[in-house]
């Protein structure tokens, strides 16, 4: 699904409540809370939030997505009212419909959405894939190799007072390439 089928999601939403006799209430649409978009209607004695916002859920891994809600506002505000003063916060809205679209996948600037299942799954090939890549061989070069790079650990800032004894050069292989990397203190440095 793409974010196109979302919007298309908010519009029917909106056009419900609006074939229910609501129409929109200006007064209370300014400011903003982080939603992607939002409109509020009112009959005239109650006013309807409906929006699209982000979201993350942190409980079993990390899964980002976006949000369709539609909710009541409970606190005071008179619908149809010139003044703006009035802030509705979406953490306050008796929400009676939460649809949520969970990222599966993304390339660039495009996002595709899913299930929370669909989401999981891809989170866990996305995670397999990247151990995958991180397969290397490490080991410690001896005392001789802190006194060949003595001087690039010296060029950078906080480190021009190294000593060769305090530096650790570890040679990495991975994707087929040999990396060589200067551990100074808590700083490392990849050397070319």
């Known amino acids: 699904m793409k974010f196109e089928a979302i919007n298309k999601k908010f519009t029917e939403a909106?056009?419900?409540w609006l074939a229910k006799g609501y129409h929109i209430n200006t007064a209370s649409?300014?400011?903003?809370q982080g939603e992607l978009g939002r409109i509020d209607l009112t009959d005239g004695t109650e006013v309807i939030r409906i929006f699209v916002g982000s979201f993350t859920e942190r409980d079993n891994g990390f899964l980002e997505g976006v949000e369709l809600v539609a909710g009541?506002?409970?606190s005071k505000i008179e619908p149809d009212s010139d003044?703006?003063?009035?802030?509705?916060?979406?953490?306050?809205?008796?929400?009676?419909?939460?649809?949520?679209?969970?990222i599966?996948?993304?390339?660039?600037?495009?996002?595709w959405y899913g299930s929370k299942e669909e989401a999981r799954a891809a989170s866990e090939l996305a995670l397999k894939r990247y151990c995958a890549k991180l397969n290397y061989t490490s080991w410690m070069l001896g005392a001789k190799a802190?006194?060949?790079?003595?001087?690039?650990?010296?060029?950078h800032r906080?480190?021009?007072?190294?000593?060769a004894s305090e530096i650790r050069v570890e040679k990495r292989v991975y994707?087929?390439?040999?990396?060589?990397?200067?551990?100074?203190?808590?700083?490392s440095f990849q050397l070319a």
């Open 83 to 102: 003044s703006d003063f009035y802030t509705i916060w979406n953490q306050n809205l008796e929400v009676f419909n939460r649809e949520r679209f969970y």
């Open 146 to 155: 802190g006194k060949i790079v003595l001087g690039k650990v010296r060029k």
């Open 29 to 32: 649409m300014g400011g903003s």
């Open 104 to 111: 599966v996948g993304e390339r660039r600037s495009n996002k």
């Open 72 to 74: 009541r506002v409970t």
């Open 158 to 163: 906080g480190c021009s007072r190294a000593k």
């Open 175 to 187: 994707d087929n390439k040999v990396h060589y990397i200067a551990h100074y203190e808590d700083k």
């Open 14 to 16: 909106v056009m419900e």
